[in-house]
Every structure is written in C-alpha cells, then in structure tokens.
C-alpha cells in the first residue's frame, strides 16, 4: 500500500526567506506526486507535479518541488516566501497499475509566513 | 463551466437525516472523485467515476453512502441516515482521463455538519 508522510504539522518562515514544505513517500514503484494547496474555505488548488524526467519540477506561484528517489521525498520549496503563500499544503501521491488516480494525501502542512 | 463546482456550500442537518451533495465536474472530464476532509486531518477518497460507472468504490464508509453520476457529467453523493461523524468537508474532483499522472481538479466543497 502507498503512503505519504508530512513530519511537519506546521512551518513558521519570515517573509523573504526561503521555505520548504517537507514530504515522503512509500510506494511500490516509480511514483506520481502532487502538491496542492488550500486556502481557508476553499477548495484544494494544483501547484505542480512530478511525472518523469527532471528530478526538480517548477509550479505555480514560484513554487518548485525536487523529487529524489534515493531518500523518497518531495520537498515543496520557495526562494523567497510570501505573507500571501501562508496556507495547508498537502502532498499526495497516485497509484500505478491503472483503474483511475484515487489520490493519497499527506496529512498536512499549515505554513505561516510572517513580516 | 471554468472550474469544478459543488453545491450547498453548506449544509446542517439533523441525525438521521438523508442528505445529497452535488458536483459539477469541469466540462469534458470523464473521471471524477469523491473524497471526505475531516477537521484538521488529510483527504480521504470515497468513490471514483469513469463516466457514468464506479470502477472504485472502496473508499466509501458504509452502506450509508452512495453515489451516482449521470453521463459524463454531474454527480451526486448521498449519505442516508446522517450520523454525527459524517460532518465533514466532502471535495470533489475531476480529471481529463482518469490516468495516474492526470492532474485532478477541486471544487470549493460542501461543508456538512450534522447535529
């Protein structure tokens, strides 16, 4: 069975500062892993994804996210943070072997970006 | 539409009452997913649809919960004889295809409380 894991409940970063969202995964296999992020009362919103090929993958808002295989991780991360990216961001990973991409989601990770 | 729309937004009711959600997927998607948010915690995947049919169901808590989509579009989940531990935010999503790597899109929710 394939897992995610956010070690993190919350990441606390000034504004300016770079951040980094950690994530890990337990899957059998090459996997597909996403970031997403939600903003209070809203819906998740799509921030990037890994598929194949180069390891560091960029997304929107100036997010980027590096997949590396030896450590099973997919750290979310930021040069420079900003007071509007503070928000929940889950990382989620999707099975292989066909039959549709129910995903499976990290608990979460409530960043705050402070002045 | 542009984007994934679910409707109420919100909805109180009492135990023991039967409730029905709906989702509009975005135009065109023919998979669509089901998935339960309970307070502070990650997504859980309810039910899964390519087309009209549900290849997966195996997120779906009880016999309580059920759903059905009507072509390739709208979908409904019901929960029948609502119990306190259903309130939840239910999330629904859709993607082009239903492949592993498709990126899935969220609507804002319907947050459920039952009292």
């Known amino acids: 069975a394939q897992s995610v894991a956010q070690p993190e409940d919350q990441v606390n970063v000034a504004e300016g500062n770079p951040l980094t969202v950690k994530c890990t995964y337990s899957?059998?296999?090459?996997?597909?892993l996403f970031w997403y992020v939600q903003y209070p009362n809203r819906g998740l919103q799509f921030l990037l994804k890994?598929?194949?090929?180069?390891?560091l993958v960029k997304g929107s808002y100036g997010f980027e996210a590096e997949f590396n295989k030896s450590q099973t991780s997919f750290h979310l991360k930021k040069p420079s943070a900003l007071v509007s990216d503070s928000a929940l961001y889950f990382c989620?990973?999707?099975?292989?072997?066909?039959?549709?991409?129910?995903?499976?989601f990290g608990t979460g990770t409530q960043l705050k970006v402070e002045l | 539409g542009a984007g994934v729309s679910q409707s109420p937004s919100n909805k109180v009711t009492e135990k023991g009452k039967d409730v029905e959600l709906r989702c509009d997927p975005i135009?065109?998607?023919?998979?669509l997913y089901w998935y339960r948010q309970r307070l502070g915690q990650g997504l859980e995947f309810l039910i899964y649809?390519?087309?009209?049919?549900?290849?997966?169901k195996s997120g779906l808590p009880s016999d309580r919960f059920s759903a059905e989509r009507t072509g390739e579009s709208v979908s409904t989940l019901t929960i029948q004889r609502t119990q306190q531990e259903d309130s939840a935010v239910y999330l629904c999503?859709?993607?082009?295809?239903?492949?592993?790597?498709?990126?899935?899109?969220f609507g804002p929710g319907t947050r459920l409380t039952v009292l």
């Open positions: 999503a859709s993607s082009l295809a239903g492949l592993e790597a498709d990126t899935q899109y």
């Open positions: 135009s065109g998607h023919t998979a």
């Open positions: 649809f390519q087309g009209n049919s549900a290849p997966d």
């Open positions: 899957v059998s296999g090459n996997p597909y």
């Open positions: 989620a990973v999707s099975p292989l072997g066909g039959g549709g991409n129910k995903l499976t």
């Open positions: 890994y598929i194949t090929g180069d390891n």
